[in-house]
Antibody, heavy 123, light 106 residues
Framework: QLQLQESGPGLVKPSETLSLTCTVS??????????WGWIRQPPGKGLEWIGS???????YYNPSLKSRVTISVDTSKNQFSLKLSSVTAADTAVYYC???????????????WGQGTTVTVSS | DIQMTQSPSSLSASVGDRVTITCRAS??????LNWYQQKPGKAPKLLIY???SLQSGVPSRFSGSGSGTDFTLTISSLQPEDFATYYC????????FGQGTRLEIK
């Protein structure tokens, strides 16, 4: 059974870079044609897609965050990572990694999620 | 960018009620529309994909319809475990979620 687990610092200072890793277990990150994704949810607010990465390294990002986001993949460790630079209090959120449902070669909604990790931006 | 707008933003209903939530896209997204349920402190759960396909394991009281720009999620007979927040999401282009609909007990 595929499982995803986010990890990283729970507290980041303003103007610094937030770094999170998603470890995939129960399957290989490069065995299937998925765009693995990052989604976040500020306290009491809705879901925001951050960006996604293919196992080959191809990425696409939310235009509103694109200038600050880098997503990378390490197939040898079965992990993909998120870096968000120049963070402010507005970046405080629960961060989720997720994998989409693929049907006939097309990705649809995210059907496998990590449990989420809370990141607080504060000095 | 494609914007997703849900209505209503909150809804009160009783067990056994039939409930409909709507989602509108700012431009046509064909049938690339997905619905999620989220309970407090938990990750979202995929309910419906491709506008009307029921995800494996999801009760049949949940259904989705629509194409183009207008979509609906219907719960035919509310159960106690259905009180949660629901989100639509388009996967036609760069992904985007609706703002959510909070379904509360009347």
């Amino acid at each position: 059974q595929l499982q995803l687990q986010e990890s990283g610092p729970g507290l980041v200072k303003p103007s610094e870079t937030l770094s999170l890793t998603c470890t995939v277990s129960g399957g290989s990150i490069s065995s299937s044609s998925y765009y693995w994704g990052w989604i976040r949810q500020p306290p009491g607010k809705g879901l925001e897609w951050i960006g996604s990465i293919y196992y080959s390294g191809s990425t696409y990002y939310n235009p509103s965050l694109k200038s600050r986001v880098t997503i990378s993949v390490d197939t040898s460790k079965n992990q993909f990572s998120l870096k968000l630079s120049s963070v402010t209090a507005a970046d405080t959120a629960v961060y989720y990694c997720a994998r989409p449902l693929a049907v006939a070669g097309t990705d649809y909604g995210m059907d496998v999620w990590g449990q989420g990790t809370t990141v607080t931006v504060s000095s | 960018d494609i914007q997703m707008t849900q209505s209503p933003s909150s809804l009160s209903a009783s067990v056994g009620d039939r409930v409909t939530i709507t989602c509108r896209a700012s431009q046509s997204i064909s049938s690339y529309l997905n619905w999620y349920q989220q309970k407090p402190g938990k990750a979202p759960k995929l309910l419906i994909y491709a506008a009307s396909s029921l995800q494996s394991g999801v009760p049949s009281r949940f259904s989705g319809s629509g194409s183009g720009t207008d979509f609906t999620l219907t719960i035919s007979s509310l159960q106690p475990e259905d009180f949660a927040t629901y989100y639509c999401q388009q996967s036609y282009s760069t992904l985007a979620f609706g703002q959510g609909t909070r379904l509360e007990i009347k």
